[in-house]
């Protein structure tokens, strides 16, 4: 049986970075976008008035944990994908979007909340379900 040689990396022969920098990018296999797209951030002058006040309740200075949250579509239906169910909540029918990619993603972000806020989430369900009764 022959056997192959095996070359040594040098240099030369170095992969080309992939880009992926971070342990978490790593981790996942691909890029964290917003860390080099800056239109990807929230502009926060365009949050809607529930998400204003949803943020000062909270006491927290920005989106944080919103940050990723944008509007896309389910079988042609504009909808926010919840991660707690790992499904689509799909927007009201007679919900009007704007234009802007910003503006629909602060309704899709508000839409989220109001969701998982919802009694009918069904986290609040299985809750119920599952609850020690004392």
């Known amino acids: ?19 992926i920098k971070t342990a978490r990018e790593k981790m996942i296999g691909q890029h964290i976008g917003y860390r080099y797209d800056v239109n990807l951030l929230p502009d926060y002058t ?3 008035p529930f998400l204003k ?3 000062e309740k909270m006491g927290w200075d920005d989106l944080n944990w919103l940050e990723d949250v944008h509007m896309g579509y ?15 909540v799909t927007a009201p029918k007679n919900l009007k ?3 802007n990619q910003q503006d629909r993603d602060m309704i899709a972000r508000e839409l989220l909340i109001k ?9 609040v369900v299985l809750k119920k379900a599952y609850q020690k009764k004392d």
């Open 1 to 19: 049986m022959v056997k192959k040689k095996i070359k040594k990396r040098t240099l030369k022969n170095k992969p080309k970075n992939t880009g």
């Open 46 to 48: 365009r949050l809607t």
């Open 53 to 55: 006040k949803y943020i």
């Open 74 to 88: 389910e079988n042609d239906k504009p909808a926010v994908f919840d991660r707690n169910i790992n499904g689509w």
């Open 97 to 99: 979007l704007p234009k």
């Open 115 to 123: 969701f998982q806020m919802s009694p009918n989430h069904p986290l």
